[in-house]
């Protein structure tokens, strides 16, 4: 599936991994909705790439389904690529100091994390469903966002990890149901990337955090997660899988 002429749907595109997938996908010639909660950052980017922007909170079943139908409306028809980029990163111990307990965290980041990415394709997929299927009979393509963490999640991160964890697991079972209506689904588990997250952290905790990477020796750059995006689209044969993009990089403990 070519990028150019086509359609695209990326959540979490105001910024970090989803912002540079919106770029890649419309220098690549497709047309783009910018989805995601800040509207203001979301027009931002589409205003750059002559895309739409959309505002949803993704955790809620109703403002995606909206969200979709708008995204549709303005495209002149269901996108054939929708990016989950949409996600928060907080962290705190199952139980903390003074005995003190995260489940409200927990809860808000499965909600976000796990139903927000379930929330945009599963409204993203029906949609794709009613497309005419290509030359080879694609009709659309997912592509999830998991994290290292789900295979080596550092302590505090038990929330986050059960929420990516559960983003690669779903990968194969999707790609199975919906391969009958020729729709891929692929996710990949980006490491250490320099994202808003990272930006706010001190010069000294980004080197430590550094210091574990293999090669290359250094954070991964959000163009380089909206590459590996871009050739997902465009290889038909990737389907069903988790790819690690991480520069061999295993989190320790902590």
């Not at 929708?82 to 962290?91: Q, S």
């Not at 299927?133 to 929330?159: F, L, M, W």
């Not at 999707?174 to 980006?190: C, D, H, K, N």
């Not at 750059?221 to 899988?241: C, D, F, K, R, W």
Request: proline share 4%; aromatic share 6%; glycine share 10%.
């Amino acid at each position: 599936m070519k990028l150019t002429g086509n359609t695209a749907l990326v959540s979490g595109g105001a910024s970090g991994l989803g912002a540079a997938t919106a770029r890649k996908f419309a220098a690549e010639g497709a047309k783009v909705v910018v989805l995601d909660y800040n509207l203001d950052a979301a027009k931002a980017v589409a205003d750059e790439i002559g895309g739409f922007a959309v505002q949803a909170d993704v955790g809620s079943a109703d403002a995606v389904e909206a969200a979709v139908n708008a995204a549709t409306d303005w495209l002149g028809g269901p996108a054939r690529v929708a990016v989950n980029c949409a996600g928060i990163g907080l962290a705190a111990r199952i139980v903390g100091r003074e005995n003190k307990l995260s489940i409200d965290m927990f809860e808000r980041t499965i909600r976000v994390n796990l139903m927000g990415t379930y929330n945009v394709m599963s409204f993203a997929t029906r949609a794709m469903m009613d497309l005419e299927p290509e030359e080879d009979g694609q009709r659309g393509v997912v592509i999830n966002t998991a994290s290292v963490a789900y295979q080596d999640g550092q302590i505090g991160q038990s929330a986050y990890s059960a929420s990516k964890g559960a983003i690669a697991a779903m990968c194969l079972p999707a790609a199975r149901e919906f391969a009958r209506s020729g729709i891929r689904v692929m996710a990949i588990a980006p490491g250490l990337f320099e994202t808003p997250m990272m930006e706010g952290l001190p010069e000294e905790t980004t080197a430590a955090i550094t210091a574990n990477i293999p090669f290359p020796h250094r954070l991964g750059m959000p163009a380089e997660y909206a590459q590996l995006a871009t050739h997902i689209v465009e290889n038909a044969y990737l389907n069903g899988s988790t790819i690690r993009l991480d520069a061999a990089v295993r989190l320790p403990q902590r």
